[in-house]
């Protein structure tokens, strides 16, 4: 292939074509011809008959459909090769300025794959549908529907009923237990994976995945017209967003990973060359890790001995994980002027064990000028080299809407000729396929389960049979009343002047506030997910409600104002949050102190109330509601002597209710007595009810 001459003397530079099994990567500023040298490159393997497929992030490369122009300075022989041996086909995701393409989530690995392939190749899948549903690889919880994800497939196949589409999904995910999962995932979790996958089944989602002819590899390389070339442009422009390529790159990179796997080659040359510019986003520097790195990552290492050339290219070495980008065996450095910038490339040198003082030379070199790193026998050989005159235009993007008239009708019916999808949809699966996604722990036990178990912001039970919640219960209704009677004084007080008005304010909108959180606890009660949801963004409030109601209480021990009327309900109050917030202390560090496979009970707990996708065993929950009963019926029979103690100090004289001190002391012991009995009771009461 040539690609220009040599910048010492009048050697042509030339690149063999099994170079390009071995991956080529190129880094250059703006203006140093870093995407001029790739259509180089690529004209050149069209014109040997290597099929292409480009992914055109920034509709400039499209510009390789244009006619060519009579260029003085370029090969005018080439130019006519170049028009009369090659097939541009410009493909539009979502659009159908070009040939719309789609592509299909649900294409199953193929059965010629061995047991490791496949196992790969479903991991893949999985991947794939993980990322569509809105659980990218930077999620925490994403390994685990990856894995609930692998598991379903699996069982599906098994049954026949392998998804044909989200809806499809959506269904399979609905009429699953939750309890099959509860290793991996929540059931609130499954809820909002069936709600994604409804959602990806209508509207520009949709059309995603089924707008335009289904993208396949074969269908790329095949020879449309006898004698010409096929070069592929996806036209990725007419995508949204970014979160909507990467899903479409790292589907396409799927595609081409599976049909690698099925099609091995012992040519010299590519069978396809695969070319990615502006890299950076997709083979992003550790620790970020989106889905598209790892499949590109996977091309780069096993393209060679299965005829995939691939070629990377950026103007940015520092957004690119030099490891990746250092599996490319051909290297070309355009200019590079900031000292950060060369600073990366000696990183990547490194990596390919060439010379890192080559990046020093990077800042004296014009635009169409690189370094030219080969391996050879001998080890690395570095060429200075001016990159040849382009064959096909070269210039700004072309919009979507100039695209029509650069597709000919007998391109447009071949590619619906293609849009036919197999409807057979069942595969077989062999048993050590089946045993990558089995099941290795033992299932909660039915009855045991609960969604969810653990109120989140506490570790008692979220269950009306845990004496603790039904305390936490009483106290929220205690204190919303007394914050109502303290809000209507108070406002009586305001307009009178007697206190100021922020006062006031504050006091009304933390009631308001409770009420309206209590009310809707109330009407959504059936509704586990959402209530968690909400109960985790207020969590906080209760620390606020507990100040505040020791504020009112100093305040009108101060005489700040008068609440006298209600001083009894303020204590009451003050007394119940205190000794709840109290014993969630000392409940958790009980759960502390307990293990369960080598790990605290208080961090299995934690885990679930960030998010992390983490079940509680049946033996877990026991565990909890065990030590919750325990420390409530502790405490409980603690203030039954206090209680008793103070009624015998009462009646014998030794104190009286005349004493200010007595009195409120008094007020606590009794109401707290109350409430502990009284949720005793309630809990014991649902106990018995679900038991019958």
């Known amino acids: 292939m040539l690609l220009g001459s040599s910048s010492e003397n009048s050697d042509l530079t030339e690149l063999r074509h099994d170079k390009l099994l071995r991956h080529v990567g190129i880094l250059g500023n703006t203006g140093s011809g870093k995407t001029v040298m790739a259509k180089i490159i690529l ?31 370029a090969d005018s022989k080439k130019q006519k090769d170049w028009m009369k041996k090659t097939d541009v086909r410009i493909w539009t995701p979502l659009d159908d300025s070009g040939l719309p393409i789609c592509v299909n989530p649900f294409k199953l690995p193929s059965s010629d794959l061995n047991d490791d392939e496949s196992i790969k190749a479903w991991d893949l899948l999985a991947i794939g549908l993980s990322e569509s549903l809105g659980y990218p690889s930077t999620k925490n919880s994403h390994l685990n529907v990856k894995a609930f994800i692998n598991r379903l497939l699996i069982t599906l196949a098994d049954k026949n009923s392998l998804p044909q589409n989200f809806g499809d999904l959506a269904s399979s995910i609905g009429e699953e237990d939750p309890v099959d999962y509860d290793d991996l995932i929540k059931s609130s979790l499954l809820k909002k994976l069936q709600r994604n996958a409804n959602a990806l089944n209508s509207g520009i989602q949709s059309r995603l995945y ?89 091309l780069l290492k096993e393209g060679r001995k299965y005829g995939v ?30 000292q950060q910038d060369r600073k990366k490339i000696k990183q990547i040198l490194s990596g390919m064990e060439a010379d890192r003082s080559l990046a020093d030379n990077l800042p004296s070199l014009e635009p169409g000028q690189f370094l030219l790193l080969t391996s050879e026998s001998e080890g690395r050989k570095v060429t200075a080299m001016n990159a040849r005159r382009l064959l096909t235009s070269h210039g700004p993007p072309i ?83 007394t914050l109502v009677l303290c809000t209507v004084k108070l406002g009586g007080l305001e307009r009178n002047g007697a206190i100021s008005e922020l006062t006031f304010i504050i006091t009304s909108l933390i009631s308001l506030a409770m009420m309206v959180g209590l009310i809707v606890e109330y009407l959504l009660k059936e509704n586990n997910e959402l209530i968690r949801e909400i109960r985790s963004k207020i969590g906080p409030f209760q620390y606020i409600i507990l100040f505040w109601i020791w504020l009112l209480w100093g305040l ?28 969630e202390v000392y409940h958790r560090i009980k759960l502390g102190k307990i293990e369960i496979n080598e790990s605290s009970l208080l961090n299995r707990v934690k885990s679930t109330l960030k998010e992390i996708p983490t079940i509680l065993t049946g033996a877990e929950i026991d565990e909890i509601r065990l030590t919750s009963t325990q420390i409530h019926n502790q405490l409980r029979t603690s203030m039954e002597f206090i209680t ?3 009624l015998a100090a009462l009646v014998m004289n030794i104190i009286n209710l005349d004493s200010e001190l007595i009195t409120s002391l008094s007020i606590s012991i009794i109401s707290l007595d109350v409430a502990l009995l009284f949720s005793n009771k309630v809990a014991s009461h649902k106990k018995s009810k679900r038991v019958d």
């Open 309 to 338: 050339g691939c070629m990377l290219a950026s103007q940015s070495p520092g957004d690119l994980d030099y490891r990746t980008f250092g599996q490319a065996n051909t290297l070309f450095l355009g200019r590079f002027t900031a």
């Open 210 to 298: 089924t707008y335009g002819t289904p993208l396949k590899i074969p269908m790329m390389i095949e020879t449309r017209k006898k004698g010409k070339t096929p070069v592929n442009i996806l036209y990725l422009n007419t995508l949204p967003d970014e979160a909507v390529k990467m899903n479409f790159i790292q589907q396409f990179c799927r595609e081409l990973y599976d049909w690698m796997l099925q099609n091995p080659s012992n040519n010299d040359a590519p069978q396809v060359m695969f070319f990615l510019d502006e890299a950076g986003p997709y083979i992003p520097p550790d620790p970020k890790m989106p889905n598209s790195k790892s499949i590109i990552r996977q």
């Open 644 to 646: 008793v103690g103070l």
């Open 43 to 73: 004209e050149e393997c069209a014109l040997a008959g290597i099929p292409s497929i480009i992914l055109d992030l920034q509709g400039d490369l499209a510009r390789m459909a244009l006619p060519t122009i009579n260029d003085p300075e």
């Open 556 to 583: 009108n021990r101060m005489n700040y104002f008068d609440l006298t009327e209600w001083s009894f309900m303020i204590r009451i109050s003050q007394t119940l949050l205190t000794t709840f917030f109290g014993l």
């Open 399 to 481: 919009p979507s809407k100039e695209l029509g008239p650069l597709t000919s009708v007998e391109q447009r019916l071949w590619a619906d000729s293609m849009t036919t999808r197999g409807s057979d949809n069942s595969i077989k699966i062999s048993n050590k396929i089946r045993d990558s996604a089995i099941r290795k722990s033992p299932k909660v036990n039915k009855k045991e389960y609960q969604d969810p178990p653990v109120l989140n912001g506490f570790t008692h039970l979220a269950d009306n049979t845990d004496p603790l919640h039904v305390l936490r219960s009483v106290t929220n209704l205690i204190t919303a009343a």
